[in-house]
């Protein structure tokens, strides 16, 4: 998989570049079940079209810049892991652009005419709530229009669970509350943060969000093997410290996997 950064600046040069493809859209921050059907939508169509598979995600994300810094977004995973995620996806190309005050003035037609025409995209798929452009003013019912009738639009309806949308934001919102074992059926997996272990803390990855301060049953593991462990987080909200030993072959980079928070009675039962 080939991934670009895109900004103003080279735009021009990756036009240049471009051949027809399907292009998922969205943030896809934790690339969670409702954006796994977006980008599996999107590979059927490139399939379908004999074309590349391509996804367009945004950094920093749109609510940081809009409110000019005011609004903290916690992030789910860092770019990295979701470069990694994509890949086994099936994903060709991964553009990531640079979400700057000058790219949110961007008309919605200027958008699609720069940034999707301009790329060569044939077929835009995006969950059903997708806006594009200044204020949000663009929506999947207009993007064939937008592009002058070059770009067919597929609109992913709204994935629930049990009633609920299925978003970053309601994930954010369990992990905040230590609510860590809901979200596999969320994500479609445990929620998971790569660390490094120096043999007494741990340093987490930037642009991850950590459970709320409390303990948790978790499962450490690395190239070597794996562990269940509980660990604490602790007040400040950053620090992660082991409530018993940790075997010497975890020390570098490993994987915390978050299973369940130990509540205060259970932890008077197990005691």
Known sequence: METIHLNQRN???????????????????????????????????????????????????????????????????????KQAML???GVDTFYIVEFSEEFAGLSPEKFVSEYLNGLQIIHAVAGFDFSYGSRGAGNLDRLKQDSGGRIDVTKVAKVELRGEKISSTCIRERLLGGRVAELPEFLGRFYETQCEWNGAAFTVQTHYT?????????????????????????ADGTTIKPTDEIPLFFKGKLSIVWQQEITQSRKLRIS
């Open 87 to 89: 890949q086994e996806m």
């Open 210 to 234: 950590l459970p709320c301060p409390g303990c948790y049953q978790v499962v450490l593991k690395n190239n070597s093997g794996t562990v269940h462990r509980e660990v604490t987080v602790m």
């Open 11 to 81: 735009l021009a040069e990756w036009q240049k570049k471009a051949s027809p493809n399907v292009m998922a859209l969205g943030c896809f921050d934790g690339l969670h079940q409702g954006h796994c059907a977006v980008i599996n939508a999107a590979y059927q169509k490139a399939k379908e079209q004999q074309v590349r598979l391509s996804v367009m995600s945004f950094f920093p994300h749109p609510k940081t810049v809009i409110s000019k810094g005011k609004v903290h977004v916690h992030y789910l995973m860092p770019l990295s892991e």
